[in-house]
Every structure is written in structure tokens, then in C-alpha cells.
């Protein structure tokens, strides 16, 4: 195993990297699919060090002692540690980041990422495979994703542009969701919150099945074949049908959030 600790600025290049985790707090943090040598870049970096480990499988860690992948959601310890750095790794290593309030991009894998965030923003950049992101304020906008995306959050927003999902999990409390979609034939979505909005664009031509349903929010729809299927009973509101032939799904459901399905431009 080898390791460093590192205090300024700095630049190493690394065998090869099977799995990547990196943990930050503040500043900014870029992971990047890359067909050249592994490489760690450090350009700003407060108290203190960040410790880097290569291990022999391959594993490569960039992380503070204290903060744990487990413990990041629950962070509460007092200090400023600023980081700027980026990560450069083989497109298909599994990659776990986790960032406090730093900004964070992730792009062009196409395995296993895992991201999580307290209050920073997270963009996922052409990353597909099996891709899961955990945050309590902060916002996560993906683009052209593909393959599955599972999101969780307290307030934060998810914004999916240009997505292809094979499935899309996405669970809120109050964060908004918006989302810009093609759906393929297998395609599955799933989107629930409690008070956060619910937006969502599908080209004209679709495939799929549709429920919309909201406790007490406002559902709307500019597809024609859901109009009419409104159908309102005391406490709940629900609107379904099919468009086209119906065969992904989209299921969209708040308690006092407002829904609305719109039409886009032909794919």
C-alpha cells in the first residue's frame, strides 16, 4: 500500500485504479473518465492534510482521517477545510464521492457510482451504469444519462436533462424534481415527494403508461389522451392513460405538490 499526506499543491500519477473513493468538505471536486494514467490534482487545500491511499487491489481513497462515508449526511464538525481537486480514472472503476458543501462533477462512467452531498451541488455528466445519489439540501442535475439513476433527498432538487433512464427512482421531501426524458420500451419512473413540484417532458411520440397522483396539488397535462381521465375523489387526485403503446411507465405521485406532464419536441 502506498500513501501520502498532502498539504499544498500537488500532482501524482497512480498504477492501476479498480475502485476509486474520494471525501471532501468545501471547495470543489471533479472525478473524471479518462483512457490515460490515473492522476490525483491538487490545487487549493486547506487544514487538515487530505490522506491518499493506493492499496494492492487497486483501491484508491482521497479522504480526511475523520470523515467516513457512513458518518457524511450527519457532519456537524466545526472548521473550514477548502479543497480544489481533481481525480482522473479508467471509465469503467466503480467510484464513490461524497462532498459536505463542496460542488462536485462527476462524469463518464459507466459502472457503479455512488454520490452523496449535505448541501453541495452535485452534476453527473454522461454517467451511466448503476448510479445512486443521497443528498439533504443539495441539488443533483444529470445529464444524458442513461442506464439507472436512484435519488433520495430532504429539499434537494434533482434536474435530469436529456435522459434515457432505464429506471428512475427519485424520493423527496421538498425538493423539486424536473425531469426532460426519452423513455425507451423498458423504461421505468418512479417519482415521489411529499411538497416539492414535479415537472416532467416526454416527446410527443412516447411509449408509456402514465399515473399521475397528488393528496391536494394541481395536476396538469398537455398529452391529450390522459385529458378527460381526470378523476377526483375527497382527499385525492389521480390522472392516468396510456401514450402510444405503453410500454415503459412513468408514475408520479405528492401529497400537496403540484404535478404537471408535459409534451416536448419529437425525438
Known sequence: MSQWEIEGPEQLTFGPVRTLNVRIVAGRLAVLASDGPPTLEVTEIGTPPL?????????????YKDLTWEG?????????RTTTLTLTVPKDCPVQ???ISASAL????????????VSGEIILDGVSGDVHAETVSGAVESRSLTGDLSFTSVSGELTVADGTPRR???KTMSGRITADL??????????????????????PDVDTDVSLR?????LDSTFA??????????????????????????????ISADVTLLKGEKS
Do not use: Q, Y
Open 51 to 63: 490522506i491518499v491511499t493506493h492499496d494492492e487491489d487497486g483501491t484508491l481513497t482521497v479522504a
Open 72 to 80: 457524511m449526511l450527519g457532519w456537524l464538525r466545526p472548521g473550514k
Open 97 to 99: 464521492a461524497g462532498v
Open 106 to 117: 462527476v462524469a463518464g462512467f459507466e459502472n457503479r457510482t455512488r454520490v452523496k452531498s
Open 168 to 170: 428512475l427512482r427519485a
Open 182 to 203: 426519452r423513455l425507451p420500451p423498458t423504461g421505468h419512473v418512479t417519482l415521489n415527494s411529499v411538497s416539492g413540484a414535479i415537472v416532467v417532458r416526454l416527446p
Open 214 to 218: 397528488s393528496t391536494s396539488g394541481r
Open 225 to 254: 389522451a390522459l385529458n378527460g381521465r381526470d378523476h377526483t375523489a375527497p382527499g385525492s387526485r389521480s390522472l392516468a392513460g396510456r401514450l402510444g403503446g405503453g410500454m415503459a411507465s412513468l408514475s408520479a405521485a405528492t
